[in-house]
């Protein structure tokens, strides 16, 4: 099976789809690093040297290669792949996807530690800022998250209480 993560930066799909992959033996990609390993640079190097419209259409052909070369796979989206060239799209076509739900105050408190490794979060001056931005982003962004079969919000996201959720999805389907 593809098994897909999406949310917004910091619900944990890297984190979280590590465990996942390790949980069910499959092998586990993140779309960030594949693009990183492509294009031999930092996301944030990729951001400040080509512009996000080049990210973006990076970020597209990456996911359609992945698709393609993985039958089999935890896959960690990036938190803008399901809202761009129609990636939503294939990720419903060919996997399993999961929406990991995580309220904007959890998402701040994680993201300010690490918000200078995402480019779009990288220039904010404070925690206020950084929330705004958030809830911002989310409220365009929602309608494409909304669209996942499973979901999960922040304290029944754990490794345990997906494995139980995707066990009652695939006995139902
Ligand atoms: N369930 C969790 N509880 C608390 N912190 C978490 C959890 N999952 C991830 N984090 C932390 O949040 C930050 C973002 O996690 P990450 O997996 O990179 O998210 P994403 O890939 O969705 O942006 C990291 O610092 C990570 O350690
Ligand atoms: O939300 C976004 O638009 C982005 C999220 C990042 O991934 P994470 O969600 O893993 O941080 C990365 O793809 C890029 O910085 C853009
Ligand atoms: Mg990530």
Request: overall charge neutral; some cysteine.
């Amino acid at each position: 099976m593809r098994l897909y993560l999406i949310g917004m930066p910091g619900a944990g799909k890297t984190t979280l789809g590590r465990a996942l992959a390790v949980a069910n033996e499959l092998p586990f990609l993140d779309l960030d690093e594949e693009i990183v390993r492509r294009e031999q640079r930092s996301v944030s190097e990729i951001f400040a040297q080509e512009g996000e419209e080049y990210f973006r259409q990076r970020e597209a052909d990456v996911l359609r290669d992945v698709v393609v070369e993985y039958p089999r796979v935890v896959l960690a989206t990036g938190g803008g792949t399901p809202c761009y060239h129609y990636n939503l799209d294939v990720l419903l076509a060919t996997g399993l996807t999961l929406y990991l739900a995580v309220p904007v105050p959890e998402l701040t408190r994680r993201l300010l530690a690490a918000a200078a490794t995402r480019p779009l979060l990288a220039t904010l001056p404070n925690a206020e800022a950084l929330q705004n931005r958030l809830y911002e982003t989310l409220a365009a962004r929602q309608r494409f998250y909304d669209r996942a079969p499973l979901r999960c919000t922040a304290p029944t996201c754990s490794v345990e209480a997906v494995q139980q959720m995707l066990a009652r999805y695939q006995a139902s389907a």
